[in-house]
């Protein structure tokens, strides 16, 4: 059996664990109210539905909001009121009529399909699955998350796609089940007979009750796992303050497992580490994010590390050259890090504090309780005060204003490989796996990019297959970098233009994160590479203010 079969065997599983979970109890009310409506068939409907629309919107949901720039917390946030509304709506008996009358009106598109034309209840439930599943997606964030790891670990958006809808699956049988016998049980009751208008009330106040218990915990974190960036400037903290922003229930910190090798230190575990402050910082060595963070963290173990302070990095590899230890050992030795690091190549300690961000830290107490979070960059202020809290050191310390680390209008992380190949302004025209000449468009709309001469387009990167292959990005940012590497066996010159001017020649020679620009202010523009010669692989482009 392969690793993509057992991944989605793991997923169905883990999807039939979900009935335990906070985030589908707003769900299971919506499910059994639908199944007591029509015949047998509808819950049936509702569940199909649910189970495609999520499947099919997780899957590309990553790509949808990179493309219309939309801000993840405000999705999560039109999520919750949309359950919140559909709670409502099922208390009120006016607004479940013209509810059904909705996904009544949708259900005829399906109805009139040759040979599915049997009004039997069918595509109504499928109508409100698939509006369900739509909703729901977004809230269920720790699922998408995992989403973007399929597209790390697995080799193409098909694998991905399988370990979705067994997910789905997984989470739609025990629903099934609930709906068949909730629906058996109350009718032989006759409870829906004589009281179906307060049961469908109930329901709906368990819907709002659920939704509401779920914003006040804030047990969900944002829905589209990625190289998370943040938006904040922070003014000056005082150390000595009680701990900062901390988590509303903390939790036994997760084991470090299934590491493949360890840098600057023996294997540690969480149990080792009982008595001491603990940080830990999910990292990728070619992340831009990740690279801005190191100097604090450095400067945090520097200052911190004889006061029973212990920060452990855990590379969680985004491409494959980041799996391999040489590479990150050089990275290592380069960025002077100091601290203990530990390959997490299979990535068993990030699933197991089922993180979804590069970069991430978590601050664990003497106890070995997880009692702050922080994902993204920025508020270095609040972490160190909160090192500080947990060490009992108490004298003032001065702290510096967080940098701003983007802007609204920046040019999202901009991947090449074609299972993330966001906004290639040609997407229908990419060539899997084999070398294809491509050609400019007349014009390269904002946030896109477009190549010119031989390429070679791979899941996870592109290779140039002639000397003089060009790439361009508009983009809006003051800084451009690219992951870039070769297979040349030797240095390739890269020349890079912005709106056709030449501005250096960047010389390729490892795999890593490469810096192309540094504009004085953010500004719009059109960039182009021209390789110089063949070999060059570009993994993804970022961009900073």
Known sequence: MTVTWINIGLAFLEGFALIISPCILPILPIVLSGSLAGSRKHPVGIIIGFVATFAVFTL???????????????????????????????????????????????ATIGANIPALNKNDGFFSGLALGSLIGLIWTPCAGPILAAVIVQSVVQTTTWDSFLTVLAFGIGAAVPMLIIAFAGRNILKRLNIFKTHSVLLRKVLGLIVIITVCYMIYSNSMSSPFGSRATSIDTHTQYTPAAPLLNPI???????????????????????????????????????????????PYLNSWYEKY?????????????????????????????????????????????????????????????????????????????????????????????PMHADPATASLMQTP????????????????????????????PNTLPANTWALEGNWTVLPEKISASQANAKIKIHFHAAKVFAVMGQHAG???????????????????????????????????????????????ELYTFTFGS
């Open 60 to 106: 590309f949901a990553h790509k949808l909001v990179a493309w219309l720039g939309i801000d993840l917390n405000i999705l999560r946030d039109v999520s919750l009121f949309l359950l919140l509304l559909l709670g409502f709506v099922m208390l009120s008996g006016f607004l479940t009529e013209r509810f059904a009358r909705l996904t009544g009106g949708l």
């Open 248 to 294: 509303h229930r903390p939790y036994p910190a997760p084991e470090i497992s299934g590491i493949s090798a360890w840098i600057n230190s023996d294997p540690l575990t969480i149990e080792s580490l009982k008595g001491k402050v603990v940080l830990i910082d999910f990292w990728a060595y070619s992340c831009i994010n990740c690279i801005r963070t190191l």
């Open 413 to 440: 992380e901009t991947y090449l490989g074609y299972t993330r190949a966001d906004s290639f302004v040609r997407f229908e025209n990419l060539q899997h796996n084999t070398a294809a000449q491509y050609t400019y």
């Open 490 to 536: 030797k240095p390739i010159a890269v020349e890079v233009r912005l709106d056709g001017v030449l501005q250096n020649t960047v010389q390729v020679n490892d795999d890593t994160l490469y810096t192309l620009l540094e504009l004085p202010a953010p500004q719009a523009g059109v960039l182009e590479l021209t390789v110089t010669e063949p070999g060059l």
């Open 305 to 397: 590390h004889h006061e029973d302070f212990v920060i452990i990095g855990v590379h969680s590899p985004e491409f494959d050259f980041e799996r391999d230890l040489n590479n990150v050992q050089a990275a290592v030795t380069k960025d002077k890090i100091l601290y203990p690091v530990a390959l997490d190549n299979r990535f068993a300690t990030w699933n197991n504090y089922h993180n979804s961000f590069w970069p991430a830290h978590y601050l664990i107490d003497k106890n070995g309780n997880v009692v702050y979070e922080k994902f993204g960059e920025g508020d270095y202020g609040v972490t160190e005060n909160n090192i500080r809290f947990l060490l009992g050191m108490n004298e003032h310390v």
